[in-house]
């Protein structure tokens, strides 16, 4: 007997998870979320996983898994296009409801204006949410004790908003989205709690918040109780960084200089939006304070000619922008100094060419060359401080004959004192030991 396929349309047909109902994806995933919630080791309890301290044991492989029923989730969303376009909305919305918006914060940090677009689209994210997408993480020594690294993490709040982490991570296009859709450009911000260093460890917030490589050695011994920075979005747009990884913690050198003029573009777009001048509140610490700070030499420019700045602008301590260059010097190698050599001396004369006071002293008696004295990277400023008429008093004199400097760099301030016809130099003839001219 002859056998027959069966006909097209005898066939069952196969389904598979599109045909499902869009109400069962969905109380799917409603499952997800719920059984993690109830089920992760009994402690999660409708946590977000910022809002937790989670523990590991690193011998034994273990890894955070907070985020894995999101990273679960996502995973199905990329699946096709179909769940994509079912799951991606609700993902957006929980983020908001238990996860303090942490879509709209990662991706200002990262710069993925599309998350930002969707986080409030979809999501209906709050521009102006405070930040707990960072943390804090370190580990037990006793426990070391035991043969056992345990190891944990904890969320860090921060008053820092979307508009700030953009600025500070140098994404103008974000910084103007946000702008354009509701973000507080007078909003300041403040260190989180749980940040100020601890052991060996120093959280990647101090970075933030401090303006200058001496501002950074203050906070660092600082506790809880230290006073509100206030800092707004100006003040990070014009740092311009990075969160500097823990295991660079004591590279100490907190801003470089930009060389992109990315930093002039957000400081546009912030001051006609409206922001205050005054980019921290702590210590009135002035935006050209900071352009002088960081040898940002176009942004300087753009304060002083385009909008009138004072360039012996003061801060609460009395510290003018030429203390400010100052400041940012401390750690500096000599190798990075002759790197950054051209920076200085254009900002320097820059500065004095707009009547900027170089022998302006502040509050602590300190003059720029007092401070240009104490360090060694800062020879060169010196020595063009000397030059074009600084008081050489009875401080400069002193630190002076102190024993921090080499007998290279002594020549050099001699020189730049005296000039080549000068009295006898004590330490002999070196014309090679002379400071470079400027001006």
């Not at 089920?39 to 890894?63: N, P, Q």
């Not at 979005?233 to 801003?255: N, T």
């Not at 930093?263 to 304070?289: N, V, Y």
């Not at 942004?299 to 700045?309: H, S, T």
């Amino acid at each position: 007997m002859q056998k027959h396929a069966p006909s097209p349309g005898s066939q069952r047909s196969r389904l598979t998870l599109l045909d499902l109902p869009v109400c069962v994806i969905l109380m799917i995933v409603d499952e997800v979320f719920e059984h993690y919630f109830d089920d992760y080791e009994g402690y999660i309890t409708k946590k977000s996983g910022y809002d937790m301290v989670e523990d590991i044991d690193t011998l034994r492989g273990d890894t955070y898994r907070a985020f894995d029923h999101w990273k679960d989730l996502s995973r199905m969303a990329a699946s096709c296009k179909s769940f994509y376009n079912i799951i991606t909305p609700i993902l957006y919305r929980r983020d908001v409801q238990f996860n303090h918006s942490s879509a709209l914060l990662l991706s200002a940090k990262k710069g993925n204006l599309d998350g930002i677009i969707k986080s409030i689209g979809l999501g209906h994210a709050d521009p102006n949410i405070e930040d707990h997408t960072d943390f804090v993480e370190d580990e037990d020594p006793e426990c070391r004790c035991y043969g056992v690294v345990d190891r944990w993490r904890q969320g860090v709040t921060s008053t820092l908003t979307a508009l700030h982490l953009a600025a500070y991570h140098a994404h103008p296009a974000v910084v103007d989205f946000l702008l354009n859709h509701g973000a507080d450009v007078q909003k300041r911000a403040d260190i989180g709690p749980g940040t100020r260093p601890r052991r060996m460890y120093i959280h990647q917030q101090v970075y933030m918040f401090a303006h200058t490589t001496d501002d950074f050695d203050i906070v660092c011994n600082e506790d809880e109780s230290s006073p509100p920075f206030g800092a707004n979005a100006l003040f990070f747009a014009l740092k311009a960084g990075r969160y500097l990884p823990i295991s660079r913690c004591w590279e100490r050198h907190v801003v470089q200089t930009d060389t992109k003029g990315i930093r002039l573009q957000m400081a546009k777009q912030l001051i006609q939006s409206g922001t205050s001048l005054i980019t921290r509140s702590r210590g009135e610490i002035h935006a050209l304070h900071q352009a002088c700070a960081y040898l940002d030499l176009d942004v300087a420019e753009f304060l002083v000619e385009e909008l009138g700045i004072d360039p012996n602008v003061r801060d609460s301590d009395g510290n003018s922008p030429l203390h400010f260059m100052l400041m940012n010097l401390g750690d500096w190698s000599l190798k990075k100094a002759q790197r950054e050599w051209e920076h200085m001396h254009a900002m320097f004369w820059f500065l004095v060419g707009k009547g900027a006071d170089i022998n302006a002293e502040n509050y602590a008696g300190e003059k720029p060359l007092h401070l240009s004295l104490y360090r060694k990277s800062s020879i060169d400023l010196a020595c063009l401080l000397i030059e074009r008429g600084a008081e050489f008093d009875a401080e400069a004199n002193s630190i002076y004959e102190g024993d921090h400097f080499s007998e290279a760099d002594q020549r050099r301030i001699y020189a730049a004192f005296w000039g080549e016809d000068g009295q006898v130099d004590p330490f002999g003839a070196d014309p090679d030991a002379t400071c470079s001219q400027g001006g």
